[in-house]
């Protein structure tokens, strides 16, 4: 069974970073792609990054890009989310996912296979 755990979230203040990891179990990892998406009160749960497992490609919303990084860890089966100069506007529930079923990196949550179960980040003002 796949799964799929998050860390790294917290509190922040605006212009600061935090680093989110995502832990991957249950499969072999070497193929699929590796989400990242939020979701804050009120709102859709949005995409924000991803990275396919086979050669490291990335792809990256348009509202983070320059500011957030993903990157992978083959060895730890671990997915990893830089985010820099935080904003406000970025507080959120964040989620990994995985997308077994293709190369393509797809920005819709239904692409996605397995979740995780969430980690807060709260950047203030």
């Known amino acids: 069974q796949v799964q799929l755990v998050e860390s790294g979230g917290g509190l922040v203040q605006a212009g600061g970073s935090l680093r989110l990891s995502c832990a991957a179990s249950?499969?072999?990892?070497?193929?699929?792609?590796m989400g990242w998406f939020r979701q804050a009160p009120g709102k859709e749960r949005e995409f924000v990054g991803a990275?396919?497992?086979?050669?490291?490609?990335?792809r990256y919303a348009d509202s983070v890009k320059g500011r957030f990084t993903v990157s992978r860890d083959n060895a730890k089966n671990t997915v990893y989310l830089q985010m820099n100069s935080l904003k406000p506007e970025d507080t959120a529930v964040y989620y990994c996912?995985?997308?077994?079923?293709?190369?393509?990196?797809?920005?819709?949550?239904?692409?996605?296979?397995?979740w995780g179960q969430g980690t807060q980040v709260t950047v203030s003002s």
């Open positions: 996912a995985v997308d077994f079923s293709t190369f393509y990196i797809a920005v819709i949550t239904t692409a996605y296979d397995y």
């Open positions: 249950g499969r072999t990892f070497s193929r699929g792609v």
């Open positions: 990275i396919r497992w086979s050669d490291g490609s990335t």
